[in-house]
Structure formats: C-alpha cells, structure tokens
C-alpha cells in the first residue's frame, strides 16, 4: 500500500479551512456573546423587539421557530429575572408561606 501525498495534503488543507471559517464565525459569536453580557436590561429588551420584528417580518423562520439569537436573548432575561427574584429582600423564604395567605379576606 503506497502513501498518497496529494489526498494527505488535500485533506490537511480542507480541515485547515474548515478550522479557519469556525474560528471566523466564532469571533461574531464572541462580540454576541459580549454584548449579551454586558447589556443592559432595557438593551436586551430592545435588542430581542428588533430581532423579533425583523422574525415576523420575513415570515417567522419559515417555521414559527426562533433565531437562536432570539433564543439566547430570552435564556439571558430569564436568568436575570430569576437572580433577581432570588436576590429580592422582600421575597418571602418561608417555604410553608402561601401568596393566598396574605390575601385572604377573614384575617385573624
């Protein structure tokens, strides 16, 4: 069995190329992933309307689907509001305490 040269090397230059265009694509994954960090609520907001717009404007994906932007804008949210939920001193930690209880019209 004899060495190919030509389809090492052909193989070697399509795995470099495909690595290049995953690193490429990352870097724009990088600066979405930057802003999604370090955004404001109200950037967030704004940023997931405008996308959404734009969804619905072009058909909602084909689909109905989510633009995975979409997708992790809302994962982002949702974990704000969760931390800040659980970080609120107002919240009640009792686990036997029930939202009905406060609002029960016989009070003792």
Do not use: C, H
Not at 40 to 45: A, P, V
Not at 51 to 62: I, K, L, N, S, V
């Amino acid at each position: 069995m004899k060495f190919d040269w030509k389809k090492a090397l052909t193989t070697t230059a399509v795995l470099a190329f495909g690595t290049l265009v995953a690193v490429l694509a990352s870097k724009n994954k990088d600066e979405f992933g930057e802003w999604l960090e370090t955004a404001s609520d109200d950037e967030l907001s704004d940023g997931y309307e405008e996308r959404r717009q734009e969804w619905a404007r072009t058909g909602f994906g084909g689909n109905g689907e989510k633009t995975p932007e979409m997708k992790r804008i809302d994962r982002e949210m949702s974990r704000r509001s969760a931390e800040k939920w659980e970080n609120d001193p107002r919240r009640n930690t009792d686990p036997n305490y029930r939202w009905t209880d406060a609002n029960r019209w016989d009070k003792d």
